[in-house]
C-alpha cells in the first residue's frame, strides 16, 4: 500500500539526516562482502519523539503497546544495499506506531521491509531491556549461512564460531542461533524477538543473521566478527595435510559445556559425539527390534573382515550374522581388532556348511540373496527384497560356490568400474546394507533418543 496523503515534505530526510553516514557505510559494507544479493537484508532504527503525522493505518498482527507512539527508520522492502549506500534516503522508510502499538503509518514510496515483523518484535524487547541498543542489521553472510548447515546443532556452531576467531571476544556471550524459520515470518519474528532478551546477535539457520547495537557500526562489528569466524573454520577444514585438531581458542560461554565433548578414542571434539544406542544397558539394548536382515559369510578368508563385517552388522542392528565353514568366528584375536567389541551385541550362530544355514533359513521363509558378480545378478540398487532376507557374501577370491548360488532366491552385485572389478567385502556388505536401511526408511526411525 502506498502512502497517498502529503506528509510534511521532508520529515523522513530530516529525521535520518544525522544517521545518514553510519546508513550508508553499513550499506556499503554489506554490499562489498555479497552479503546483501538482489534486496537481501534489512535495517532499522528505534527512535523516540517523531511527531504523528498523516496517512492511511497499517493494522499489526500483533500489537506492540510498549512501541506506541514509537518512531523507525527501516529500509523498504526490495531495497538494494548498494542503491542504499548512495542514496539512502530514498530507501527508508519513516514509520510511526499509533499509541496503543496497535497499528502503523509510514512515509515512503515503498513498503517498509519484508522482515518489519523481526524488526519490531526485536525493537519491544530492546526497548524494554536494553534501550541504548537502537539499531538492528540484518543481512545473509555467505560464510556463516554455509557453517549453519555444515552444524545445524546451534550448539555445536557456537561452539565452533568460538573457537576459530580470538575477536570472537567482542559478543561476550551474547551471540545465539536459532533453527531455520521462514523468512518474513511470524514465527520468526517471535523467536527472534525472544532471544533479544538476552543476545545482542541472532543467527538464522540456512538465512543470515539479525544483530543489535547502540549504532548501525557497532551492529555491523558483530555481524563482521561472526562471519569472520566462519570463514576461517570453512577455510581451515579438509587441507591436506592439515592438523586434525582444532586451535584451542577459547570458547564462548554457551560454548562451554563442549569442553570434555570426548570420542570414542578419547580426543577432545567439537561437536558432541551422537550416542544413539551406546548409553543403553544390555538388558535395554536387546529388547530393540532388530532389522529383517541375515548376514550369511560363505568360507571368508579374512578373519579382519568378519571383524568388520560385525562391527557394520551391530550399526545397522541387524538380526544376526551366521559365519559358515571356516569362516572365522569369536573368540578371534584378528576378528576382535576389527571388530571393537561388537561380538557382544550382535547375536550369531555358525554352521559347517554354508548350504544347510540356506536351507534353514529358507525353511523359515527368509528369502535368500547371494551377493556376487554372476551374469544374471540385479545391481543391488535396483533389486526388489522381501524381508527377512538374508545376504549371503563370499569368499574374497572365490566368491559363492555353486551348491550355494542353486540355492539363492536372488543373485546381486555392485557395478564397479575400475580396474580391479572388485571392492572388499565388507565394504561390498556395508554398501548394500545401508542402500537396504535408506530404502526401506530405517535410517529415520530414530527408535532411541539420538
Ligand atoms: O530483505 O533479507 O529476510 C529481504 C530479506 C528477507
Ligand atoms: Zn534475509
Redesign the pocket.
Known amino acids: 500500500m502506498r502512502n497517498n496523503t502529503q506528509p510534511p515534505a521532508d520529515l523522513l530526510a530530516r529525521t535520518a539526516a544525522p544517521y545518514l553516514a553510519e546508513i550508508t557505510t553499513a550499506a556499503q559494507e554489506l554490499a562489498l562482502h555479497g552479503w546483501a544479493e538482489a ?4 535495517l532499522s532504527l528505534r527512535l523516540n519523539d517523531i511527531p504523528e503525522f498523516p496517512g492511511p493505518e497499517n493494522r499489526l498482527v500483533r500489537p506492540f503497546p510498549d512501541l506506541g507512539g514509537i518512531g523507525f527508520l527501516i529500509t523498504g522492502a526490495g531495497t538494494r544495499m548498494r542503491e542504499l549506500a548512495k542514496d539512502p534516503v530514498s530507501g527508508l522508510c519513516l514509520l510511526r506506531l499509533n499509541r496503543n502499538g496497535t497499528g502503523y503509518r509510514f512515509l515512503c514510496d515503498l513498503e517498509p ?3 518489519l515483523p523481526a524488526h519490531l518484535a526485536t525493537h519491544a524487547v530492546l526497548a524494554q531491556h536494553r534501550p541504548e541498543h537502537r539499531t538492528l542489521i ?1 543481512t ?1 553472510p555467505t560464510a556463516l549461512v554455509a557453517l549453519t548447515l555444515l552444524y545445524p546443532e546451534p550448539e555445536a556452531l557456537l561452539g565452533i564460531l568460538g573457537r576459530m576467531h580470538s575477536e570472537m571476544d567482542v559478543f561476550q556471550d551474547r551471540l545465539t542461533a536459532l533453527p531455520f524459520l521462514p ?2 515470518s511470524e514465527q520468526l519474528a517471535q523467536a527472534t524477538g525472544q532471544a533479544f532478551k538476552d543476545y545482542s546477535a541472532v543467527i538464522w539457520a540456512r ?2 543473521i539479525i544483530a543489535t547495537g547502540p549504532d548501525f557500526y557497532s551492529a555491523l562489528d558483530l555481524i563482521q566478527v561472526c562471519d569472520k569466524a566462519a570463514q576461517i573454520a570453512l577455510l581451515s577444514r579438509n587441507l591436506p595435510g592439515s592438523r586434525v585438531s582444532r586451535p584451542q581458542g577459547k570458547p564462548m560461554h554457551k560454548a562451554r559445556s563442549l569442553k570434555g565433548w570426548n570420542a570414542p578414542d578419547g580426543i577432545e571434539t567439537f561437536y558432541k559425539v551422537r550416542s544413539r544406542d551406546s548409553h543403553l544397558g544390555p538388558e535395554q539394548f536387546a529388547g530393540l527390534t532388530r532389522r529383517p536382515v541375515h548376514i550369511v559369510l560363505d568360507n571368508l578368508r579374512s578373519a579382519f573382515n568378519v571383524g568388520s563385517i560385525f562391527r557394520l552388522a551391530d550399526a545397522a542392528r541387524v538380526a544376526e550374522l551366521i559365519p559358515c565353514g571356516y569362516t572365522a568366528y569369536p573368540p578371534n584375536n584378528k576378528l576382535e581388532q576389527t571388530s571393537l567389541g561388537t561380538t557382544g551385541s550382535v547375536p550369531w550362530r555358525r554352521f559347517d556348511e554354508t548350504t544347510e544355514a540356506l536351507r534353514q533359513l529358507k525353511s523359515k521363509g527368509i528369502q535368500v540373496v547371494g551377493v556376487e558378480t554372476a551374469e544374471q545378478a540385479v545391481p543391488y540398487h535396483r533389486f526388489e527384497y522381501r524381508f527377512p532376507t538374508a545376504l549371503v557374501l563370499g569368499n574374497e577370491a572365490l566368491g559363492l560356490s555353486q551348491s550355494v548360488l542353486e540355492l539363492c532366491d536372488g543373485i546381486i552385485d555392485i557395478p564397479v568400474f575400475g580396474y580391479k572389478n572388485s571392492i572388499n567385502v565388507a565394504a561390498a556388505a556395508a554398501v548394500i546394507l545401508y542402500d537396504i536401511a535408506s530404502r526401506t526408511g530405517w535410517l529415520d526411525q530414530t527408535e532411541t533418543a539420538r
Do not use: D, V
Request: zero cysteines; hydrophobic letters at 10%; a negative charge.
Open positions: 534486496n537481501a537484508g534489512n521491509s519484508s522482515e540484518h545473509h523468512p518474513g538465512h543470515g
